[in-house]
């Protein structure tokens, strides 16, 4: 059995980009991003964004109040004491 490796440290940083405006349906979420990154953004560097903005840009985006459940919807939402509303949203999203 070979020694296991001696632990390496890995330094994780991150950082919220300031500047970006509320995004809207329609918005060029890809060049908002590109102009809000920092200049000394590297190769290997990650960018991580968050699905919410990445559903607004796509005008993908429901109010609660005005979804009406279905009865499957409903009997979910029970089972996992979830919002019936958010369960309608997320079966309407899905494919069968």
Same mark, same amino acid.
């Given at each position: 059995?070979?020694?296991?490796?001696?632990?390496?440290?890995?330094?994780?940083?991150?950082?919220?980009?300031?500047?970006?405006?509320?995004?809207?349906?329609?918005?060029?979420?890809?060049?908002?991003?590109?102009? +809000?990154?920092?200049?000394?953004?590297? @190769?290997? %560097?990650?960018? #991580? !964004?968050?699905?919410?903005?990445?559903?607004? $840009? *796509?005008?993908?985006?429901?109010?609660?109040?005005?979804?009406?459940?279905?009865?499957?919807? +409903?009997?979910?939402?029970?089972?996992? @004491?979830? %919002?019936?509303? #958010? !369960?309608?949203?997320?079966?309407?999203?899905? $494919? *069968?």
């Amino acid at each position: 059995m070979s020694e296991p490796h001696p632990a390496t440290a890995v330094r994780i940083e991150l950082i919220a980009l300031s500047g970006l405006p509320e995004v809207s349906p329609g918005d060029d979420l890809a060049a908002m991003l590109a102009s +809000a990154a920092p200049e000394d953004l590297s @190769g290997t %560097d990650i960018v #991580a !964004v968050a699905h919410k903005v990445v559903s607004k $840009a *796509e005008g993908r985006v429901r109010r609660l109040a005005d979804v009406e459940p279905s009865v499957r919807a +409903a009997e979910l939402a029970a089972q996992g @004491g979830k %919002d019936p509303r #958010a !369960v309608e949203v997320v079966l309407e999203e899905s $494919a *069968e």
